[in-house]
T-cell receptor, first 113, second 114 residues
Framework: ELKVEQNPLFLSMQEGKNYTIYCNYSTTSDRLYWYRQDPGKSLESLFVLLSNGAVKQEGRLMASLDTKARLSTLHITAAVHDLSATYFCAVDPVIQGAQKLVFGQGTRLTINP | DTGVSQDPRHKITKRGQNVTFRCDPISEHNRLYWYRQTLGQGPEFLTYFQNEAQLEKSRLLSDRFSAERPKGSFSTLEIQRTEQGDSAMYLC????????????FGPGTRLTVT
């Protein structure tokens, strides 16, 4: 059974600082997704990583994927308050057919002024 | 198109009652997914449709749960004889067959069973 673990689960940081969220998964997969969720809201897609070594950046967020280590990272650069949210990584364990995503527990990020 | 829509957004029901939720995917999206999210957890896969065919169901989907997508467009998720443990956010997502890895999520239906 595929397991997806995020670390840390809670993160409180100051504006302007850098930090990294880690996502480990237990079986082979070439597809890794990052989502953002604001309180009471649905999921917003941030990044789709589809191959080993994939790196994508959007604003202050950068995501990378190492399929050999079964590890993805979400790096936050010079954090701002607007990035406060819960971040989920998800893995697609099936090469063909349904993309039934398996999610991590989420990392609740709070950015303080 | 304004994205995936779900109705209702909130539902409060008493234990033992039946409830039905509706999901309207993005037009032309032939794949539709249902997930359940409990407080403080990530979403969990429930079931998946390709067009009108229900191709996969999670073991989380007990006999009290049934999902349909009769014409390959909107989908309904019904829960019979609700239990307090059914309280959760029910999320619907859709994707296009050419880009199946791009799932677009709806706003969700929050169910509270009292």
């Amino acid at each position: 059974e595929l397991k997806v673990e995020q670390n840390p689960l809670f993160l409180s940081m100051q504006e302007g600082k850098n930090y990294t969220i880690y996502c480990n998964y237990s079986t082979t997969s070439d597809r890794l997704y990052w989502y953002r969720q604001d309180p009471g809201k649905s999921l917003e897609s941030l990044f789709v990583l589809l191959s080993n070594g994939a790196v994508k950046q959007e604003g202050r967020l950068m995501a990378s994927l190492d399929t050999k280590a079964r590890l993805s990272t979400l790096h936050i650069t010079a954090a701002v308050h607007d990035l406060s949210a819960t971040y989920f990584c998800a893995v697609d364990p099936v090469i063909q057919g349904a993309q039934k995503l398996v999610f991590g527990q989420g990392t609740r990020l709070t950015i303080n002024p | 198109d304004t994205g995936v829509s779900q109705d209702p957004r909130h539902k409060i029901t008493k234990r033992g009652q039946n409830v039905t939720f509706r999901c309207d995917p993005i037009s032309e999206h032939n794949r539709l997914y249902w997930y359940r999210q409990t407080l403080g957890q990530g979403p969990e896969f429930l079931t998946y449709f390709q067009n009108e065919a229900q191709l996969e169901k999670s073991r989380l989907l007990s006999d009290r749960f049934s999902a349909e997508r009769p014409k390959g467009s909107f989908s309904t998720l019904e829960i019979q004889r609700t239990e307090q443990g059914d309280s959760a956010m029910y999320l619907c997502a859709s994707s296009f067959w050419r880009t199946p890895y791009e799932q677009y999520f709806g706003p969700g239906t929050r169910l509270t069973v009292t």
